[in-house]
């Protein structure tokens, strides 16, 4: 079983960043595909990027493309989502998952392992 814990979520301005840390405890997420989710209010858990075993491919929501980028570091068992240009739309809570495979999806069902979420809060 993997255990997945997000960090780095707060309040920011518009136009701010941030970096959310997700870090793995126990079986490795080497090998695994990795991908943040995010909850808006009101709405539906959704997809917001995914990255591949090898770190080499990522795929984005196009509401976040060109502003989020994913990456892990697998020696440290932690993937993270840096955020830049953050809008008062991408509020919301925010979930790491892992899948207990090497394709890229971007369906939270393919995913086997969640985070509990940390709140992300964007001030306009």
């Known amino acids: 079983q993997v255990r997945l814990v997000e960090s780095g979520g707060g309040l920011v301005q518009a136009g701010g960043s941030l970096r959310l840390s997700c870090a793995a405890s126990?079986?490795?997420?080497?090998?695994?595909?990795m991908g943040w989710f995010r909850q808006r209010p009101g709405k539906e858990r959704e997809f917001v990027a995914a990255i591949g075993w090898s770190g080499s491919s990522t795929t984005y929501a196009d509401s976040v493309k060109g502003r989020f980028t994913i990456s892990r570091d697998d020696a440290k068992n932690t993937l993270y989502l840096q955020m830049n240009s953050l809008k008062p739309e991408d509020t919301a809570v925010y979930y790491c998952?892992?899948?207990?495979?090497?394709?890229?999806?971007?369906?939270?069902?393919?995913?086997?392992?969640w985070g509990q979420g940390t709140q992300v809060t964007v001030s306009s």
């Open positions: 998952a892992g899948a207990n495979t090497a394709l890229l999806f971007r369906a939270a069902d393919r995913y086997d392992y």
């Open positions: 126990g079986r490795t997420f080497s090998g695994k595909t």
